[in-house]
């Protein structure tokens, strides 16, 4: 997944002005004006979908920064140089560097808590949520695999405060999958010896690692993690010597 | 695919070089001195410089893998010992060829050790059992050094890196290899797909660093018996 900064348009609307202010000083004065109007709404600021658009660029090319050369190994001007822009134009959409982290690693964990509780009150056995999870788990790599793995590698780099708010959040996850895991052995679904902290510890480790490989394995696309994880899970490697393997159902969201 | 003989020597002999004067060869100023240091005027190793190195290295491992190598400085690395930082670079040049030294401990024999188990007689069961001891042993007396080889090996010199990479690509082999023959010889399912089912059991191995020793209630012991279970026969009950 080859991050592509697409060429803002207010660069190439800024050369076309360029070019006719070299006819006419005067009128190019004037569209300047009227341009710079259309851009900014009657608060006198930028008009906040505009805004947002580059911010959200930005947001992206730091992503994709800080996931190839970690976050203490870039700079603001690599974020700039994704972008063809200015190294200052950035401070005007982010404060620093460290708040350009804290909204790629908020984006990369995005929604994984609500998913993971849709997934927990699916009205299914406890393997179909285990197959949920993993499907709400794995699918958000396809869109922003970058914002994932910094959210896993970087996040140590946060203000204590977002640490704080992270490992709160991810408690919360591991609490949720660990209620899973009790639920499935208490209606005799999952095995009575069961250590559940474990069990979770080892099913969220397996599933996290995913991000460090995805797209570099030319042969694994999203829907083999989808389909055999949970069953690497629920059912082990080993050939079933006797009886039938427990047929687990494919979920969709 | 498993790492050369020549290779997997080289690196022991990388992991050993700071009690030798051959890592502090790099430092080129401080070359003789650094040799005079750890070999005395005799030629015999300076067991007490040795100590000190020793020490050193482990303060550093302890300090990166608490603040990250670039969070960490030399500085903290004396603090911890309560020497001048000064003092370090009698012993280790720089920051990075600490880094290299800990990064070395941190996978020391571990690669030459999988392409063993690959070897081994045995069943396909046997050795995934073999693999996660063999993975996750080294977290008992050296927690701080896998951790930051794990982290931390991103910022080391290129050539390390490639030459770590390669070995890493040899581990993946020998469990892919592994779960190959087991479906070869029927023990595991047919429908697996190697690759990705080695993957995943190294992965679920892997991230047991980032929470041993924070768990309550969990021993290492515990998780080397329990992790393969949970891989060959899953959590559902039979």
Not at chain 1, 84 to 113: D, M, N, T, W
């Amino acid at each position: 997944m080859e991050f592509k900064p697409e060429r803002p348009s207010s660069v190439r609307r800024k050369n076309v002005r360029a070019s006719s202010a070299a006819q006419n000083k005067k009128s190019s004065a004037r569209a300047a004006k009227a341009a710079a109007e259309l851009q900014r709404g009657p608060d006198g600021h930028f008009a906040s979908t505009r805004h947002d658009h580059r911010l959200a660029e930005i947001i992206a090319a730091s992503a994709y920064v800080f996931a190839h050369r970690g976050y203490h190994g870039s700079s603001t001007q690599d974020i700039a140089d994704v972008l063809k822009i200015k190294q200052a134009s950035l401070y005007h959409y982010l404060p620093s560097k460290e708040a350009a982290l804290e909204a790629v690693c908020e984006r990369g964990s995005e929604g994984f808590f609500e998913t993971a509780v849709l997934a927990a009150a699916r009205p299914a056995s406890a393997a179909g949520k285990i197959h949920a999870l993993a499907q709400a788990f794995f699918l958000p790599l396809v869109d922003r695999r970058d914002f994932i793995t910094v959210f896993h590698r970087e996040r140590r780099h946060l203000t204590r405060e977002a640490r704080a708010r992270v490992t709160k959040w991810i408690r919360a996850y591991e609490q949720l999958v660990q209620e899973i895991i009790v639920g499935g052995i208490e209606s005799g679904e999952f095995r009575k010896d069961l250590d559940p902290r474990l069990t979770t510890l080892a099913l969220i480790g397996m599933f996290r690692t995913v991000s460090d490989w995805y797209g570099y394995e030319p042969d694994i696309g999203i829907d083999k993690v989808i389909a055999e994880f949970p069953k690497f899970v629920l059912q082990g490697i080993v050939a079933p010597s006797h009886g039938e393997i427990n047929s687990v159902e494919p979920l969709s969201f | 695919m498993e790492p050369t003989p020549a290779k997997a020597r080289k690196s022991r002999g990388n992991a050993q070089a700071p009690r030798r004067s051959s890592t502090a060869a790099k430092a080129q100023p401080k070359k003789k001195r650094v040799a005079h240091a750890l070999v005395g005027k005799s030629g015999r190793t300076n067991k007490k410089a040795d100590r000190r190195l020793e020490e050193i290295v482990t303060a550093a491992a302890s300090v990166f893998a608490r603040h990250g190598y670039h969070g960490a400085s030399t500085q903290d690395i004396a603090d911890v010992l309560k020497i001048k930082q000064a003092s370090l670079y009698y012993y280790v040049p720089s920051k990075e060829a600490a880094l290299e030294t800990v990064c070395a401990r941190g996978a020391e024999g571990f690669f030459e050790d999988a392409a063993k188990v690959a070897s081994q007689p045995g069943s396909a069961s046997d050795k995934i059992i073999a693999i996660a001891r063999l993975h996750l042993l080294p977290l008992l007396d050296r927690r701080d050094f896998v951790m930051v080889f794990l982290k931390e090996r991103r910022h080391l010199p290129r050539d390390s890196r490639v030459r770590i990479g390669q070995w890493i690509n040899a581990y993946e082999k020998v469990v892919e290899d592994i779960i190959r023959a087991g479906m070869a010889s029927g023990e595991f399912r047919a429908n697996l797909k190697p690759r990705l089912t080695a993957l995943g059991y190294i992965g679920m191995l892997r991230t047991v660093a980032d929470w041993y020793g924070k768990e309550p209630g969990i021993s290492l012991d515990d998780v080397i018996v329990e992790f393969p279970t949970f891989f060959l026969g899953g959590i559902q009950t039979p």
